[in-house]
Each structure stands twice: as structure tokens, then as C-alpha cells.
């Protein structure tokens, strides 16, 4: 399995947009990338995956360069809502296709302030 | 959407008591249920896999006889954590992938908070 590394932390404000980096240099050509989120005393919630280029949702969205050995998750606007862990995963046909584990990786805690 | 039940949502118990566990797929039928621990401000770690029918698959340095998993209907999948001790506190946390529908993907329950004292 691919090993992803994101910061460990981050900061910002109400209003924002956050932009989160997951580098995965060993990423294979049938790993997709998907991205959970966490509140504390909570399971992972599924925000968003893909393979390249853009991805949209009514959440975020997530860019893939064309060499795919990294990835961002932008939230636009952030809240203090927003405030959680973030997980990038790789996996081969991702989240929706296979039936292999998920492998979750240290995370990125997010803390949006006033 | 897919709904994942787990519980209870917090158990306290005494060291050498066994807890179960419970994680049920509401609104689909799953196959596979997965379980993890996570500690304070750690990552979720994978313990096993549950497999409806069949004996779970247990990852590396995770003892099979301290966590005994059952995997009994699609719908049900149960951790018993035997004799209890306090290093066992954590939280345990199980995801289940819909095998009717799988670009649902996987859903998490919203886990259970262990204290052994």
C-alpha cells in the first residue's frame, strides 16, 4: 500500500479556503485517493475521493497533478465546524471498488478559529 | 445513505471482565465489517477483518484470543474484548461496505469508548 504524508497540523480562520497537501510517492496506477474526516469520539466521515485531475462535491474538492504523487483537499470557506482530523488515503480502486482494507495514515488536525 | 450502529458508545468495565462489542449495518447487507482501535490523538489502526460466515482476519501483533470477533449475519458483526486490562482502553471504532451497492462505499460506526479500571 502507498504511504501518504500530510502535515501534522494546521491552522486558520472562519472564511478561509484550506488547502490540505497528502504526498504519496509510491501511489499505483490503480490506487485512488480519498480523503475522511474526524471529529473527535467520532468514525471517519467519507468526504471525498478521486483518481486525477479535479474533483467537485458539495464539500470540497480535490486536486491530482498529472504525475498523481500528491494530492490537495480544498474546503472552501471554512467554519469553526470544520474543525477536525483530516486522513488521506490511497488504495487501489479506492473506497468504492475492491474489497481491501483502508489503511489510515497520521492525519491533519485542522483547527479554524474566529 | 449507508448507516452504521455501533454499540455501546461508552463502556466502562473492570480489569479481567470481558466487553462486547456491537457493530450492525442498519440499511444494507455487509460481507465485510473492519475493526480498529485508536488512541488519543493517534490514527485509527486496523485490528481485523470481519468476514459474515468465516473466521475474521486478524492484522499483525493483534492477539486473536484477547479479541474475539463474530461475524454471524450481513448485518451484525461483534468485539469481545476478553479479560480486560487497562491498556486495553481505547477507541474502537468498525466500518462496514455495503456488497449490494459498494460505491457507497465504507461507512464507520461512531465508535466505542472503552475505559477498563
Known amino acids: 500500500l502507498a504511504k501518504t504524508t500530510q502535515p501534522i497540523s494546521m491552522d486558520s480562520y472562519e472564511g478561509q479556503e484550506v488547502n490540505i497537501t497528502c504526498s504519496h510517492n509510491n501511489i499505483a496506477t490503480n490506487d485512488y485517493i480519498t480523503w475522511y474526516q474526524q471529529f473527535p469520539s467520532q468514525g471517519p466521515r467519507f468526504i471525498i475521493q478521486g483518481y486525477k485531475t479535479k474533483v467537485t462535491n458539495e464539500v470540497a474538492s480535490l486536486f491530482i497533478p498529472a504525475d498523481r504523487k500528491s494530492s490537495t483537499l480544498s474546503l472552501p470557506r471554512v467554519s469553526l465546524s470544520d474543525t477536525a482530523v483530516y486522513y488521506c488515503l490511497v488504495a487501489p480502486g479506492g473506497v468504492t471498488g475492491g474489497g481491501n482494507k483502508l489503511t489510515f495514515g497520521t492525519g491533519t488536525q485542522l483547527k479554524v478559529e474566529l | 445513505g449507508a448507516v452504521v450502529s455501533q454499540h455501546p458508545s461508552r463502556v466502562i468495565c473492570k480489569s479481567g471482565t470481558s466487553v462486547k462489542i456491537e457493530c450492525r449495518s442498519l440499511?444494507?447487507?455487509?460481507?465485510?465489517m473492519f475493526w480498529y482501535r485508536q488512541f488519543p490523538k493517534k490514527s485509527l489502526m486496523l485490528m481485523a477483518t470481519s468476514n459474515e460466515g468465516s473466521k475474521a482476519t486478524y492484522e499483525q501483533g493483534v492477539e486473536k484470543d484477547k479479541f474475539l470477533i463474530n461475524h454471524a449475519s450481513l448485518t451484525l458483526s461483534t468485539l469481545t474484548v476478553t479479560s480486560a486490562h487497562p491498556e486495553d482502553s481505547s477507541f474502537y471504532i468498525c466500518s462496514a461496505r455495503d456488497r449490494v451497492q459498494p460505491n457507497y462505499g465504507y461507512t464507520f460506526g461512531s465508535g466505542t469508548r472503552l475505559t477498563v479500571v
Open positions: 440499511d444494507f447487507q455487509a460481507t465485510t
